[in-house]
């Protein structure tokens, strides 16, 4: 078992930035796969980035590349969220990720998910 906390999530224009963080409770999972999803308002998570467990390797939805930066930090056990030139599109609730049965970022191209979620962090973008 392990609990996520995501912060960071706010208000801001369309063009701005945010950054997200979520710290995960237990050194354990530093050795897995982290990502980020998010939630549209009435719409289905979705996935956002991963980072391998070293960090070495990432991977990110179209609709993002480019503009977010998915990074971690074992030493304290956080995975962060850089978003740049948000788009009102990214409205959501976002939230991180972990506890994939291979803890390789493999599964998250392949489109599976983690056992771990957070409580989710809302970031909203206005036009």
């Known amino acids: 078992q392990v609990h996520l906390v995501e912060s960071g999530g706010g208000l801001v224009q369309a063009g701005g930035s945010l950054r997200l963080t979520c710290t995960a409770s237990?050194?354990?999972?530093?050795?897995?796969?982290k990502a980020w999803f998010r939630q549209p308002p009435g719409k289905e998570r979705e996935f956002v980035a991963a980072?391998?467990?070293?960090?070495?390797?990432?991977y990110y939805a179209d609709s993002v590349k480019g503009r977010f930066t998915i990074s971690r930090d074992n030493a304290k056990s956080t995975i962060t969220l850089e978003m740049n030139n948000l788009k009102p599109e990214d409205t959501a609730v976002y939230y991180c990720?972990?506890?994939?049965?291979?803890?390789?970022?493999?599964?998250?191209?392949?489109?599976?998910?983690?056992?771990?979620w957070g409580q989710g962090t809302q970031v909203t973008v206005s036009s």
């Open positions: 237990r050194r354990t999972f530093d050795t897995y796969a």
């Open positions: 990720n972990t506890g994939t049965r291979s803890s390789r970022m493999q599964d998250y191209r392949s489109g599976a998910v983690g056992l771990y």
């Open positions: 980072i391998s467990f070293e960090g070495s390797s990432t």
